[in-house]
């Protein structure tokens, strides 16, 4: 299995320019990239489930690309991607059997000057054309696309609290979460410019395009108000009435659940640490309500019993429900969240012992009627402390890492539940073909895998996507089918491509 060109023909390019829509279509017709002919059918909600035209179930399985719309990872920050970058990403989702991939920057880009909206009311045509292109080429390799709308964290792509700056709200989340407010109208222009720009590559508008199977009101929104998440959707639905609407929400709330306009809710399974930890306290304070604390846990690391659960509640509101994110490693990165049940714990436990311990020491224990050691009082806080943190640390590791984990989790998606998950997430190579993109935050994936365990874990996830899809059976030992992504996939410049080589086995 080859993961890298052994030579760089292909030198990185010093600018970034978008492909002549005309000689794209001109080109692709050629010889067009091979998909299900469902793919260009809108995904529907019935019931609790998703189903194409044919009534043929949809699961959604795939990796959550966030950067395709404005990258930080390779030259300045908020920087546009290659469209070599793109293909490679979608080659390799399409090798590895996705339905789906979700995209944060696709549809939450605000505040830079490669963003759509770069300042309040001035939208910038190359970033509409760039989100045409990714939906275009997510069509040509017959691949579905989750476009959140907005971000509650203020990353370099710009999110919510980007529109309260330009009203000089400061954070002020309530405002932004208000409909009366200029903010709120400020979020429905743009949306609407998005939803009704004409793709240059398809010649019809995004909210007409089967390729995006779901609009989401926002990435992990902390308790957006049911009023505001009710007005949004219902304008998405009134400019796409035919694509889906997703709850931004982190999380399962029952009035989301309750809204009419909303076909999906999901439950991300994996986070920046510092909010993990926000999350456990949250989740503690709210253990005396059973129905919040379901509806509210988020899971990590994967977990089948909480995934069920969350299937179960959005189920009785016949709503579909879904993963958003979840960590593929199979290994834990929350250790903050050990931590923090190591460190009050343990800050508990010793003053307790402090104060139980102060009349009984030094303690003199006698061995036998020569011999006797004292036991000074400093060397049994120590001994208990170290015996608590072993305990606790077990604890901990319950939590924050051991739950029923990854292949419990995929399992319980091939057996049913839900609609599915998007592990986080996907890198490619470089527009050189030299080599991978990386990322920092330690669930960066790379196909076929650049060591022994991630390749089987990368071979498991080939494996529950034909599962899911129904070209494994539920049981089978059957090995994972690899395939060869040439790079780069297609040259529109000089019509050669290497995309229809994809399903060459490896």
């Known amino acids: 299995m080859s993961n890298s060109s052994s030579s760089c023909p292909f030198r990185q390019p010093s600018t970034i320019s978008l492909p002549d829509p005309d000689a794209v279509r001109a080109f692709v017709s050629l010889a067009p990239i091979k998909s299900d002919s469902q793919s260009h059918t809108f995904v529907r909600r019935n019931g609790s489930r998703l189903i194409l035209s044919n009534a043929q179930p949809f699961k959604i399985v795939g990796p959550n690309i966030y950067w395709l719309g404005i990258d930080e990872n390779v030259g300045s920050i908020a920087s546009v991607p290659s469209s070599q970058r793109i293909l490679d990403a979608f080659a390799t989702a399409a090798a590895m059997g996705s339905t789906t991939v979700r995209s944060t920057t696709l549809g939450v880009s605000v505040g830079t000057k490669n963003a759509i909206e770069p300042s309040l009311g001035k939208f910038n045509t190359d970033a509409l054309d760039h989100l045409g292109l990714v939906v275009y080429i997510a069509k040509l ?6 476009i959140p709308l907005t971000d509650e964290y203020d990353y370099y792509h710009g999110g919510h609290t980007t529109f309260l700056r330009w009203r000089d709200m400061g954070s002020n989340t309530s405002a932004f979460y208000d409909t009366s407010s200029i903010v709120f109208q400020d979020f429905v222009t743009y949306l609407t410019t998005i939803l009704n720009h004409t793709n240059p590559y398809t010649q019809i508008k995004l909210a007409e395009d089967p390729t995006i199977l779901a609009w989401e009101t926002g990435n992990e929104l902390d308790n957006p108000a049911p009023g505001w998440t009710r007005a949004v959707a219902e304008e998405i ?36 640490r510092h909010v993990l930890v926000i999350r456990f306290y949250q989740s503690l304070a709210c253990l005396t309500d059973r129905t919040k604390a379901k509806s509210q846990y ?7 019993n909480r995934y069920q659960a969350g299937f179960k509640l959005a189920s009785k509101y016949s709503k579909v429900y879904f993963g958003g994110e979840f960590d593929w490693t199979g290994r834990s990165h929350d250790w903050t969240l050990i931590l923090a049940i190591i460190i009050p714990g343990l800050v508990i436990i010793g ?22 050691v004292t036991i000074e ?11 608590s943190a072993t305990v606790l640390g077990g604890v901990g590791y319950w939590v924050g890492i051991g739950w029923d984990g990854l292949e419990a989790f995929l399992r319980a998606i091939e057996d049913g539940a839900g609609s599915g998950g998007l592990y986080w997430s996907l890198f490619g190579r470089d527009d050189g073909c030299c080599g991978f993109v990386d990322h920092d935050d330690g669930f960066t994936l790379h ?28 049981g089978a030992t059957e090995q994972p089918t690899w395939v060869d992504i040439a790079c780069p996939q297609i040259d529109w410049k000089n019509g050669t491509t290497g995309v229809w080589g994809l399903a060459r086995k490896m």
């Open 141 to 146: 390799y017959g691949i579905r696309l989750i």
């Open 237 to 272: 639905k009134s400019l796409a009435p035919n694509q889906l609407v997703g709850s931004g929400r982190y999380g399962v709330d029952v009035n989301d659940l309750r809204i009419d306009s909303i076909d999906l809710v999901y439950v991300p399974i994996h986070s920046d």
């Open 298 to 304: 988020h899971f990590y690391p994967p977990s089948a």
């Open 351 to 372: 003053l307790i012992s402090w104060l139980v311990t102060t009349p009984h020491f030094p303690f003199r224990l006698q061995l036998n009627s020569q011999r006797s």
């Open 377 to 387: 009082r400093w060397q049994a806080l120590l001994a208990f402390v170290l015996l």
């Open 447 to 474: 196909y076929p895998g650049r060591d022994e365990g991630e390749q089987r874990r990368v071979g498991r996830l080939i494996s529950h996507a034909a599962r899911v899809a129904g070209r494994i059976k539920l």
